[in-house]
């Protein structure tokens, strides 16, 4: 299938590695032009240099945190490749701490580079998506969204915000021939899930490969996601195929979040 986006300007946050890295993956291998920002100079020039091999790629270092960085990223795409027609939001998950261990510090930093990143990227494209009457927003959160984790507060609590900002959003821009999505990933094999699994295996005293057996039971395809999956999805939201989907927070958990809702 052609999803239609060749030539399409997209803007991929924190796509060095992980979840972001394998949309900006998919997007470039149906030619949509890329550019991406991370913090880490070698890690953003090699992925960059990845892109490459598929379609024109651009890099900008830039913290998602940061509304200054932000801007300048967009600022040096439009001048490189013109107006942003798709924008992928997505960042590192704040600490995992339980709702007593955390300062006042850790909620606002989570914040600034889990909520704000957001709101401060999608006001720089709207303009020109309103523009041009076509624009496709898709933000990378996560299936604590809808099944709060203990250790996971900041991350349960904000990311449950961003499906409200979603359909709020999509209410918003429709009349724009704007779309705004929310992918909800469960366990997807990443820094962010090796990072909870040291955390959980020193907890419970277990080995890591009794605690990603537990994970891959609790999941109906019996088994821990791969970043190409979420890749996958988001360019077909990106695309001109999903032009009829908007407002949704669509779970790509392998079935592990039990709701019918």
Request: with cysteine; proline share 5%; charged share 20%.
């Given at each position: 299938?052609?999803?239609?986006?060749?030539?399409?300007?997209?803007?991929?946050?924190?796509?060095?590695?992980?979840?972001?890295?394998?949309?900006?993956?998919a997007l470039a291998q149906e030619g949509a032009r890329v550019s991406i920002c991370a913090r880490?100079?070698?890690?953003?020039?090699?992925?960059?240099?990845?892109?490459?091999?598929?379609?024109?790629?651009?890099e900008v270092v830039a913290d998602v945190s940061s509304a200054q960085d932000l801007a300048a990223w967009h600022r040096a795409t439009v001048?490189?490749?013109?107006?942003?027609?798709?924008?992928?939001?997505?960042?590192?998950?704040?600490?995992?701490k339980r709702f007593m261990e955390l300062t006042d510090e850790q909620w606002l930093s989570g914040v600034d580079s889990t909520l704000m990143n957001v709101v401060r990227l999608s006001r720089l494209v709207v303009p020109a998506m309103r523009q041009s009457?076509?624009?496709?927003?898709?933000?990378?959160?996560?299936l604590v969204a809808k099944?709060?984790?203990?250790?996971?507060t900041?991350?349960?609590?904000?990311?449950?915000?961003?499906?409200?900002?979603?359909?709020?959003?999509?209410?918003?821009l429709g009349p724009d021939g704007i779309t705004v999505n929310a992918l909800l990933s469960g366990h997807i094999n990443s820094d962010r899930q090796k990072e909870i699994a040291a955390i959980r295996v020193k907890e419970r005293g277990i080995t890591y490969e009794a605690y990603?057996?537990?994970?891959?039971?609790?999941?109906?395809?019996?088994?821990?996601g791969?970043?190409?999956?979420?890749?996958?999805?988001?360019?077909?939201?990106?695309?001109?195929?999903a032009s009829y989907v908007t407002g949704v927070s669509l779970q790509v958990d392998g079935g592990q979040i039990r709701s019918t809702m």
């Open positions: 299938m052609d999803l239609a986006i060749k030539g399409r300007v997209a803007m991929v946050a924190a796509a060095s590695k992980g979840l972001g890295k394998a949309c900006a993956i880490n100079r070698a890690e953003l020039q090699k992925t960059s240099a990845e892109l490459d091999a598929y379609t024109e790629a651009m001048e490189r490749f013109g107006p942003v027609e798709i924008l992928v939001t997505n960042t590192g998950g704040p600490p995992v009457h076509w624009g496709r927003i898709i933000h990378l959160t996560s099944q709060p984790s203990d250790e996971l900041i991350s349960s609590t904000i990311r449950a915000g961003l499906s409200g900002l979603t359909k709020t959003m999509a209410n918003q990603n057996a537990q994970q891959a039971a609790e999941i109906p395809l019996r088994r821990i791969e970043p190409r999956e979420i890749g996958e999805v988001v360019a077909f939201l990106a695309s001109a195929r």
